[in-house]
């Protein structure tokens, strides 16, 4: 009774809803159907009872693989999350072994030489937490190397996953991946075929073996990437060595305030040996005053340290770290970072050009986060409170949801995207819910627009524009400009693509991050709210026939006493706007009625049919018509 009860709890519908559906066909099938080519690209398809093996968290490419409870060949698949985590996503999170309903868009996705098939930006009901996993596919390196010069063999593998046994580590290559062949000289065509295992986990902490190890086994997901087939184990133990496994290795090191810096190996510690503070020394000469063993993960260590030298680089140096087994480190290592916390300034300000004199870099910066990461896909501005030039940052992929005014910690790698820098490659965040919103910038157009001498400055700051006028309207990608011909700045949609658009030579004033994208600095609204409209001649509404059916994400998510849900139709048609709690019970109808083509808003004030406040949690607002369904998450918070 208490697993049924729990299966009925987690069986909720988590819709991620990053893109509308590309097509109104949905297929009920299989991963196999999927596999050998019976589906067309870019239809729907619905993949049923199919079991969880493997996650990808490496923040550029979270999904997972997923695959038929059969098992065989064309039996697996990668499933594509984009920006969300699948360890976290609706507060629930998939991990293998759990059995799901996928719904999503099927694609062969480029990689490199090759395509690899995926399930696109689903839709994921958990139909049994802890289902069982699945056993692997016993498999040569022969049949699977990257070396192969005919890959038909291995495309019939791909998504699935597999093991291979007794293989001789012969490379270590870039990003924490490694080379094996056959241990066991099985006579072939092939003999001597390399398979490629790479790391899947959000920081490059899966233990690497040394050249020469020989492994008993080692088990993990396959698919092709960047122009190769490629094996992922999923963590530390689904390696299995012969004999001991090597010493540890000294992965990341960073401050996480001015007294304290974490230090990251790639297998467990010894708790004697990772405590000892003689181990490990800074090059800026900082005492080192404790080293405590995480008391959950054994791979980190928390250091306790004299004030650091803030924004200064150091360096870190491990040395006789046994691991877990008593197998000491092969010689010292280090890291380095920028001490303490760096502040934002020192971040943004360029050393040549527009490029960071931290560039490159481990920072760990602190701020206020200036909006809310579920609207980005994860990513979020931050800024010192107090704002002005040089003082903002964008935080890109991260895996927690932030909310503007929350106070956080980031550390990560100083980056620079066509200019635009950004904190990257994020080792840790903490987050503090403050509601401290940030203060903005008065600016004005000439100050921050594309080629302007001052705008570098202005990189990710809450600038304010006041009684500007919409100068012009791009109606195909819902941006426009606001100014003069003269100086104009473009007003992008970034956090919302359905933020409002006022009509042209309408004056209104505008409060948003800026954002560099495409070549060009945007103001980036974060919802309805950051624009104001002192005046309007013309009505901003898209023109007739540009509509298609869409239903937008509310504003604002998450929400208190009231959102404003907004949604267009291509053409006359009965619309059903309702919302309903995670059991899929009706709460309340919102809209029920025959409309014409065009773009309308609705609000709900978080009451049910009855008109009572309804519990803090996540509802969903579905939007029906009879060509299709389209359902968005909501989160209502007290």
Not at 198 to 206: C, E, I, Q, S, Y
Not at 316 to 325: D, K, Q, R, V
Not at 359 to 366: F, K, L, N, R
Request: aromatic letters at 10%.
């Amino acid at each position: 009774m208490k697993q049924a009860l729990f299966v009925a709890v987690v069986a909720v519908l988590v819709s991620l809803a990053l893109v509308p559906q590309a097509s109104a066909v949905i297929h009920n099938t299989t991963i196999y159907q999927v596999q050998q080519g019976f589906i067309p690209l870019a239809d729907t398809v619905v993949v049923d009872s199919v079991v969880v093996t493997a996650l990808d968290l490496r923040s550029t490419t979270y999904g997972f693989l997923a695959e038929e409870r059969g098992r065989g060949p064309f039996s697996g698949i990668l499933v594509y999350m984009g920006y969300q985590r699948p360890d976290t996503i609706g507060g629930v999170g998939v991990v293998p072994g759990d059995l799901v309903r996928v719904q999503g868009r099927y694609s062969e996705y480029t990689a490199g030489n090759g395509t690899v098939s995926e399930i696109d930006y689903p839709t994921i009901q958990i139909i049994q937490k802890g289902y069982g996993e699945l056993l692997p596919e016993l498999m040569s390196v022969q049949s699977l190397g990257d070396s192969l010069p005919d890959s038909t063999f291995c495309e019939r593998w791909e998504g699935v996953f597999i093991e291979v046994d007794t293989v001789k580590v012969v490379a270590q290559l870039a990003f924490n991946e490694w080379h094996v062949v056959e241990a066991h000289n099985h006579p072939g065509p092939h003999a001597d075929a390399v398979l490629r295992i790479g790391d899947k986990l959000p920081v490059a902490t899966l233990p690497r073996p040394a050249v020469g190890d020989t492994l008993v086994w080692i088990k993990g997901g396959f698919s092709f990437e960047f122009s190769t087939y490629r094996m992922w184990p999923r963590d530390g133990a689904d390696i299995n060595y012969l004999g001991l496994p090597p010493g540890p290795n000294l992965v990341l090191a960073y401050p996480i305030s001015n007294t304290a810096i974490d230090v990251i190996f790639d297998r467990g510690l010894q708790k004697t040996s990772a405590e000892n503070t003689n181990n490990y020394a800074l090059n800026s000469s900082t005492n080192i005053a404790s080293a405590l063993l995480d008391g959950s993960l054994d791979t980190k260590v928390h250091l306790t340290t004299a004030a650091q030298p803030v924004s200064q680089l150091d360096v870190l140096t491990a040395c006789n770290i046994n691991s877990n087994f008593g197998v000491p480190m092969d010689s010292c290592e280090s890291r380095s970072f920028r001490a303490g916390l760096t502040p934002i300034s020192f971040v943004q300000t360029p050393s040549t050009g527009d490029t960071s004199q931290c560039a490159g870099q481990q920072v760990t910066i602190t701020g206020i986060v200036s909006n809310n990461s579920t609207a980005f896909g994860g990513d979020y501005f931050v800024q010192d409170r107090s704002g002005g030039p040089w003082h903002g940052i964008y935080v890109y992929q991260s895996s927690n949801t932030m909310l503007a005014g929350d106070s956080v910690v980031v550390s990560g790698i100083a980056s620079e995207y066509y200019n635009m820098t950004e904190m990257t490659s994020i080792d840790h965040q903490q987050r503090i819910p403050i509601a401290a919103p940030v203060k903005a910038t008065t600016v004005t157009p000439a100050a921050i627009m594309t080629g302007s001498p001052t705008v570098e400055s202005y990189e990710s700051v809450v600038v304010k524009l006041d009684h500007v006028n919409v100068y012009q309207i791009f109606d195909a990608h819902r941006e426009w400009k606001v100014g003069t011909g003269t100086d104009s700045v473009w007003v992008g949609h970034k956090n919302s693509p359905y933020v409002y658009v006022p009509g042209l030579g309408s004056v209104v004033s505008i409060t948003a991050p800026l954002d560099f994208t495409y070549g060009f600095f945007k103001i980036q609204p974060r919802s309805d709210a950051d624009i104001v409209v002192h005046s309007a001649p013309t009505a901003g509404t898209p023109k007739s026939g540009a509509f298609t059916l869409d239903l937008f994400q509310n504003t604002p998510n998450p929400f208190g006493s009231e959102t404003a849900i907004r949604f267009t139709i291509p053409s006359k048609m009965s619309v059903n706007l309702s919302i309903f709690d995670v059991t899929g019970r009706l709460v309340r109808s919102v809209d029920n009625r025959e409309l014409p083509a065009g773009e309308y808003s609705a609000r709900w004030d978080g009451k049910d049919a009855f008109g009572s406040k309804v519990g803090a949690g996540v509802y969903f607002v579905r939007l029906a018509t009879a060509r299709n369904t389209i359902e968005k998450k909501m989160v209502l918070v007290k």
